[in-house]
């Protein structure tokens, strides 16, 4: 497939549906000191190492339903096969990142794509990062 990026498979379960979104606190006011400000805010550290942050970075632009295939996301990341399987691996973990894998031809081809815990996760970083910057 050219670019690496397939639509859902029929059949397979659609990740879109409403999430509960946690609210967090960034802050405590105008009078809140920062280290109380920073302390609020709470950042992910599965998400915050930079390898797995450019991973969710880049998966999250993939559109919901559709998968990006291993080696397109390795070269669009530059980075090792074992090394992006090591973070995929934690990712997976964490449930923020599925894995399918299936055959084309003969050759076995892994597909990628962020669970929509995933992705509530990834949101929900980007906001607390931006309220820590912010701040």
Avoid at 7 to 24: D, M
Wanted: charged share 20%; no cysteine; glycine share 10%.
């Amino acid at each position: 497939m050219s670019g690496g990026v397939r639509a859902q498979r029929p059949g397979a379960p659609e990740g879109a549906g409403a999430t509960e979104e946690s609210a967090v606190p960034v802050g405590a006011g105008a009078g809140a000191s920062a280290a109380a400000t920073v302390s609020a805010v709470d950042i992910d550290p599965v998400i915050h190492a930079q390898a797995r942050l450019r991973i969710m970075a880049t998966l999250a632009a993939v559109p919901v339903g559709d998968e990006l295939h291993f080696p397109r996301l390795r070269e669009l990341l530059d980075m090792t096969a074992g090394n992006l399987s090591t973070h995929l691996s934690k990712l997976e973990g964490a449930g923020y990142v599925q894995q399918n894998k299936t055959y084309s031809g003969r050759s076995p081809a892994t597909y990628l794509a962020l669970t929509p815990e995933g992705r509530v996760a990834f949101e929900r970083y980007v906001r607390n990062l931006r309220a820590l910057l912010d701040a």
